[in-house]
């Protein structure tokens, strides 16, 4: 692991200027110790704007231009298919690299960036957002404080409308089972997989599952997927369900002595009833046995950019600086999709999948 902890200066890029990067691109400009170098995107006219907004460097229309020796940390932000011909051409050459969700669309293509990331000792990680809601830190602390007791059941159901209205494939790389990886559950349910494996600090051992596509013919892949799983160490049963077809997103989880319900994404008001008082970052329950609603607005701080402490690009450079591990390893981008395979292969041959037989 390369260690930037001295004065040194990080310089960053951004690979892929638009789409989700729309919403952080901008925070890379106030990370103390670090030089906003280079932004790329294939529309030169998108990421001359986002250079000179940003206050980066300079900018280009050719990833490879990361590779630069001014560079040190590298964020990729393009489409799933493009993600691991990059990453481990800048693993390859050093480059502390951060990746969006799902980390590629296959598990041949996670191994070979995990391997290249072994092999060049540089670090690689994966973006996941629900790390930066206040709310998912204070579900940590309730499950393992034992606020809830004993976990026996959970739920997290990630759903929109967005594949009712989609573009055909031809025009929008998002349609295309080939270049995603999948279709709701790949792109959705991820997030959940990932969050309340974090909540429990355990990992799915098995999932069996349904997926099909019900109404979106623009879309390749599942549009809606109902999934239960079963965790390796606590044997807690956990139900993943996504859609594009309706609304709906939620997480739920269960215990021997209380309950918790996000009635919705980041934002969204939560229902508790716990065994005893609890005063988390934002969530509060004043006493035991009692339910109380959180409205949205005392938890708001997921959307405060770079002023967000638990803000996960940020994170990543700071491990890069402080020379510890990336706060979502590459090693569980590989797991994280390996569950969504797992799902699929559940779906399609009717059986119970180990994740492990995958691996």
């Avoid at 900018?59 to 560079?71: E, K, M, V």
């Avoid at 998002?174 to 270049?179: G, N």
């Avoid at 950019?305 to 700071?318: E, K, S």
Wanted: with cysteine.
């Amino acid at each position: 692991m390369i260690n930037f902890s001295s004065p040194r200066e990080i310089g960053i890029a951004l690979i892929g200027a638009g789409g989700m990067s729309a919403s952080y691109r901008d925070n890379y400009a106030a990370i103390p110790g670090t030089k906003y170098r280079l932004v790329v995107d294939v529309n030169e006219d998108l990421a001359r704007d986002v250079a000179e907004r940003s206050r980066a460097e300079r900018w280009s229309s050719n990833w490879r231009d990361a590779l630069a020796d001014d560079i040190q940390v590298v964020d990729i932000s393009t489409p799933n298919h493009l993600h691991a011909e990059q990453a481990t051409a800048l693993l390859g050459g050093g480059k502390q690299v951060i990746l969006q969700k799902p980390m590629a669309p296959s598990i041949a293509e996670c191994q070979a960036i995990l391997e290249a990331s072994r092999a060049s000792g540089a670090m690689a990680g994966v973006y996941m957002s629900d790390l930066e809601d206040p709310v998912a830190w204070d579900l940590r602390d309730l499950v393992q404080g034992g606020y809830l007791g004993q976990i026996s059941s959970m739920r997290g159901r990630y759903a929109h409308r967005g594949g009712l209205r989609a573009a055909p494939s031809g025009t929008n790389w998002r349609a295309s089972e080939e270049k995603t990886g999948g279709g709701s559950f790949m792109q959705l349910s991820i997030h959940h997989t990932n969050l309340l494996s974090w909540i429990l600090d355990d990992t799915i051992d098995s999932v069996m599952a349904y997926a099909k596509n019900q109404m979106c013919p623009n879309i390749g892949g599942d549009d809606t997927t109902v999934s239960v799983a079963e965790f390796a160490r606590s044997g807690v049963l956990a139900t993943f369900d996504s859609a594009w077809n309706a609304e709906g997103t939620t997480i739920e989880i269960y215990g021997s002595e209380g309950h918790i319900r996000v009635l919705g994404g980041q934002g969204a008001a939560v229902e508790a009833s716990l065994n005893r008082p609890f005063h988390g970052r934002v969530l509060r329950v004043v006493a035991a046995n009692t339910r109380t609603l959180v409205p949205s607005e005392s938890h708001m701080l997921s959307q405060c950019g770079a002023d967000n402490p638990l803000n996960q690009h940020v994170a990543f450079v700071r491990a890069v600086q402080q020379g510890t591990a990336a706060p979502v390893p590459a090693s569980v981008g590989l797991y994280d999709v390996a569950v969504v395979k797992a799902v699929y292969l559940s779906a399609q041959e009717g059986r119970r999948v180990s994740i492990k037989s995958l691996l």
